[in-house]
Structures are given as C-alpha cells and as structure tokens.
C-alpha cells in the first residue's frame, strides 16, 4: 500500500474548542476549522476532530456510532525538554490535563522525557524528548 500520509478522525464534543487547544495550549499554529471540523496538519498527519453529527455527516455512520474517547495514545517528538514543559504548561491553561514529565528508560535504549497531555475531550498525547541514545551518556 502506498498512502501521501495518514489522516486520523475523532469524535470530539465541540470541534471549536479543540480547536483552540490544540492551537493554543499545543502550539499546533496551521490548526484551523473547516466545515465545522478541526484540522491539524502534523508530519506525516493529518487530525480531523469532529463533533458527533459533523463526524457522523462525513463519514456516513450514524450519530451515535463513533462515542467519544477510544483507547490508545498519540505520541509527538519534542525537541527539548523546555519545550515539553512549555507545552505542559500551556496545555493546562488551554483547558486539558498534564501531568508531571519523566524520564524513562525506552525498550530501543533511549533515555527519554516525557509529559503527557490529555485534551479536553479526554485523548492522551505523549510529548516525547529524546535525552540520550542508544550508547550515549554513562
């Protein structure tokens, strides 16, 4: 299968304000609304979040069909640490959850800083920080 990327789509319970957080708590700056659907552009992504009739009008499934949140966990390479506590801060203030950054030690060897961000619809994103490679440091 070849694709010119990949398009995630969400049932959300006001596109608008996902929209500004994403935008705003995020930083996701091209984020903008378009038939009453959230879209952000990502690397290699594209995220529509709909509310329940504009999901259920675009995709030909009732309503009632898609609810809400669904298991499993959006993860987004950060390029410092500042920044992962920027977005941690930000994300709160735009109406989600974060909770405190850690750093772990990854299955591939990385040493990684991670905050996690829960939008207000309640969907986890990972802001991911890689500290140290595989072989690197002591």
Known sequence: METDGVVLSRVVADAARSLAFYRDGLGMDNARLMFGIACLELPGLTLFLAGPEDFARNTGLAAGAVAGRSDGVLSCAIRSTAEVDRLLTTA???????????????ASGRRQYIGTVTDPDGYVWQLVCNIEGPGEGA
Do not use: K, L
């Open 92 to 106: 709160r203030t735009a109406g989600g959850s974060a909770s405190a950054p850690q750093v772990i030690d990854h």
